[in-house]
Every structure is written in C-alpha cells, then in structure tokens.
C-alpha cells in the first residue's frame, strides 16, 4: 500500500486552459440535465435528452479527472464509466426517435438495444474487483508510463482485456451504427412532413438534422485521435468539443424559450409578435382530424404536440380568435354537433351520444355549453332546422 500511495503522489496535477474548457462542460451540462428533469414530462423527448445529457457528462467528469491527474483521489473509480460511453448514442437515437415520431420510449420494447453496454460491463467485472494497483496501473499506462508501474500482490485473471482493448473500436461502432439509423429517420420525417417552413415542427426537424451533422463530427473525430494516439491522451480534445456541443446546445434552449414572453421587459403585444409559431398553425393543428372532438384535449398537450408551452397557446387564441382556449374548443364542438344533430347518418344517435361524440364528458356540459352558444338546446335547435 506504500508504494501505491507513493507513485500516487508522483502523479502531478494538471490546470490547464483544457482543463478549464471541459470543467466548464461538464458543469453547464450537469445543470442542463437538471433543468430538463425538474422541469420536463417524463415521457416527453427532451426528458430523454436530459438523460443523455446525464450520461455524457459522467463520462466526460471521468475524462476531466484523469487528464487533471484528480483521479488519483478517487482512483477506485478508474475507468468505471466506460459502459456508459455506450449508452450516448442509444439515448439520443430514442430522444430523436420520440421528437420527430411522437412515440414514448419504453423500455419494454426498446430494451435490446442497451444489451451491448450492459454486456460490456459485466465483461470487466474482473477489473472493478481487482486490487488498487490493477487501477493505477492501468491509469499509468494511459498518461504517466514514465512513472513506471506497481507490483500486483495477488493473482488477477486478465481476461476482460480481450474486450477492454478494443474498446475504441466498440465506441466507433456504436457511433455509426445509430448514426444511420438516426440519419434514416431525419430522412424519413422529412419526406413525412418537413415541407413548409411556417409549420412550428421545422424546428423540431432542423434541430435533428444538425444533431445528426454535430454526432458526424464527434464520429470523425474520434476516428482521427483513435488513429493518431494509442492510449488516452487525445480524450480530452473530445472532452473540449463535447463542451462546445453543450454550450451550443444551451444557447438553442435559451432562444427557443419562452421565458422572455413572461419578463417584465415584454409587454403582451411584444411576446405575440416575435412568437415562432402562428395562430395559423394551432388552427390547423386542432381542426385536423377533428382534434378538438376528443374528450381528453387539454391546453398543455396541445402546446406539447406543437413544441411550445400553454402560455403561448393561450395567447395566440386570446389574440386572434377573441376567447380563452375552452371556448375556443366548445365552440368548434358546437359547430360540429349542429350539423350532426341535423345528419341523417347520425340520425341513430341521441342527444346526449352527439354531444359525447364531439367531445363533452356529460350531457350537462353539452345542454350548458350549446345553449350558451346558440341560445336555445339541442333538442329546439333540431325542431327548428327539421321544421
């Protein structure tokens, strides 16, 4: 244990203008991922993205640890978050998955494909149980061979070597294999819906596609410093533009939030003008497929299926259409069940089943809201039009 503890403190720490660059990534991205699981649904894709986020960034704590030599304070943790780095491109493969498909994430049904990471890490269980000196040794060889290495008391069985030396070349598989699948299905959406730039869900689209270009260019350059070094010393270049990716991610969020629409600076007017989405969209949007008929609408899942919050919704129907969201709603439905209380293929029905058929939950709720609106019941309505 002396001489573990004293090759330990040969190990010289290093501050540097890298090592600042990737603390700083590793720090906006911890608090990223914080944001996005206090404030996101659960199921929703960004709550995917927060998870990804969460990932890289122990990954990249882990860099940021060995290239500072800090490691060596928690040198049991040594190559403990390799199995992760396996894990990135499978969360944001789902996280693009569920923005663009609109398809929850479950891990029921999408389960084999976290097999390899998990393969991976019980393939080094030997390693996470061997003695300290395995560790440091294996810390050494990557950044300080010069130090030389420590004598092992006991014997260790070696063989997850095997597979912990082509590591590298399982991160690069890795990378391309969801990189196609995610550059199929930016391909595929587009042809699906990415036509019109006025449409809110662009956005949705141009931010996959650039985070299918900015994984390209993390793939190629892994591939440069796998091919240009043998051990670890080229991570913490890869740990530099993962703090550009986040850094350029973060300013995405920010111009995309609607927080400035609430500050004292805007005024009503001001929020709707600069607004990215238009009245129009929500129209179409809630009029396709007789959205507004289903029972279960609510203001905050029609801002999710458009990519914004309810306040904005809220607004844009305030605004254009002179009415709060629920009467906007009733009074499509109104409309709606006149011309099925006057439909002969409707005829079947009764009063009460044509107003559950354009979304009221009670004949109360429909009598209410179709008398506020047309001054007189269902039941009058149709003896005045029949007559």
């Known amino acids: 244990m002396q001489a573990a503890q ?172 969801y990189l196609v699948l995610s550059m199929l299905l930016v391909i595929k959406s587009r042809k699906k819906g990415w036509t019109s730039s006025k449409n809110i869900k662009v956005d949705k689209y141009i931010f996959s596609r650039n985070t299918v270009i900015i994984f390209l260019v993390l793939m190629l350059t892994l591939l440069l410093i796998y091919l240009n070094y043998n051990d670890d010393g080229g991570d913490h270049i890869i740990g530099i533009m993962q703090t550009i990716t986040i850094f350029i991610t973060s300013f995405f969020i920010l111009s995309e939030s609607r927080f400035f629409e609430k500050s004292w600076i805007a005024d009503k007017y001001e929020t709707i003008a600069g607004n990215p989405i238009q009245f129009k969209a929500v129209e179409s949007f809630i009029s396709q497929a007789q959205y507004y008929a289903k029972q279960d609408i609510t203001l905050k899942k029609v801002a999710e299926q458009l990519g914004t919050n309810g306040n904005t919704i809220s607004k844009l129907i305030n605004s254009q259409a002179g009415t709060n969201f629920n009467e906007y709603i009733n009074l499509k439905r109104i409309a709606l069940a006149q011309e099925r209380l006057l439909d002969k293929k409707f005829k079947q029905l009764t009063v009460e089943a044509i107003g559950a058929s354009v979304g009221f939950k009670s004949k109360s709720a429909f009598y209410n809201a179709f008398k506020k609106h047309t001054g007189q019941s269902p039941s009058a309505f149709m003896k005045q039009n029949k007559e």
Not at 115 to 122: D, H, I, Q, R
Not at 135 to 141: C, D, E, F, T, V
């Open 6 to 177: 004293h090759i330990l403190d040969q190990i010289p720490i290093r501050h540097d203008l890298s090592s600042h660059i990737m603390l700083l990534g590793v720090i906006q991205g911890f608090f990223l991922a914080f944001v996005i699981f206090l404030r996101a649904n659960r199921k929703s894709a960004i709550n995917l993205f927060g998870w990804s986020l969460l990932v890289q960034c122990l990954v990249f704590l882990d860099v940021y640890l060995c290239y500072t030599g800090l490691i060596k304070y928690v040198i049991h943790f040594n190559d403990s978050t390799e199995f992760l780095v396996l894990l990135i491109m499978p969360t944001m493969y789902f996280f693009l998955c569920t923005l663009l498909e609109r398809k929850h994430f479950t891990l029921k049904k999408h389960w084999p494909h976290f097999v390899p990471p998990l393969l991976y890490l019980f393939s080094q269980f030997n390693y996470y149980t061997s003695p300290i000196e395995v560790k440091i040794n294996a810390y050494l060889g990557a950044y300080y061979r010069d130090l030389g290495f420590l004598d092992v008391p006991v014997p260790v069985d070696y063989s997850y070597h095997h597979i912990k030396d082509e590591f590298r070349w399982l991160v690069l598989l890795s990378f391309a294999f």
